[in-house]
Structure formats: C-alpha cells, structure tokens
C-alpha cells in the first residue's frame, strides 16, 4: 500500500508550462504502474498519461499527446508529469493514482488503480 501527494499545481496562462509532481511512499512503489488522471467541474474523472513501473512504456489520451510527459524516478519515490503548451481545457484537478500491478503495458482504465493522491489543481487561463 502507498499513500500519494501531488503538489505544483497553480494558475497559469495559455501556453505556458508547469510541471506536477508525485512523491508516493511505500517500499513496492518501484513495481506499480503509476498514472495521471484528471476532472474537471461537472466532467468524470479521465485520463491521462500512464508509465510502467520500470518506465519502459508510456501512455497518454490523444488530448495530451505531444504535449505532456510522464516520468518517474523509483529511487527518489517520484512521478512527473511535465505539462508544456497548456490549454484553457487542461484546466481540471490533476490526480495521481497508482496501480498495483507490474504491467508491461500501462492501463488508461481508472478502476485499475487502487490508490489515488488528494489532487492538484491546475487552471489555465486564455
């Protein structure tokens, strides 16, 4: 079991970047596929980049593609998702989530994950 805490979320506008950060605690977190999710008011919660757990396969929704990268550092019990162009429609809050299994693929299903950050958020202005 892991607890997640996301922090770097804020105001920013059309754009620009900024950069979200994971810190997870748990001895297994170096086996857990590790995702980034998001919602935004009156929206579900959705997808949006996936990274295996030793970071040789990535996912991410076609919204965020070529835009956003997920990375992680097991030795420092980290996941980054750097955020460049940012959209006025990225505004949501950015969740962290962790999936126990050890994929070879990483999966874009919410209910996959079992353990889920409080939430960071991040508005982008026009």
């Known amino acids: 079991q892991v607890q997640l805490v996301e922090s770097g979320g804020g105001l920013v506008q059309a754009g620009d970047s900024l950069r979200l950060s994971c810190a997870a605690s748990?001895?297994?977190?170096?086996?857990?596929?590790m995702g980034w999710f998001r919602q935004a008011p009156g929206k579900e919660r959705e997808f949006v980049a996936a990274i295996t757990w030793n970071g040789g396969s990535t996912a991410y929704a076609d919204s965020v593609k070529g835009r956003f990268t997920i990375s992680r550092d097991n030795a420092k019990n980290t996941v980054i998702l750097q955020m460049n162009s940012l959209k006025p429609e990225d505004t949501a809050v950015y969740y962290c989530a962790a999936d126990r299994g050890s994929r070879s693929v990483p999966t874009a299903i919410r209910s996959r994950y079992d353990y889920w950050g409080q939430g960071t958020q991040v508005t982008v202005s026009s």
């Open positions: 748990g001895r297994t977190f170096g086996t857990y596929t």
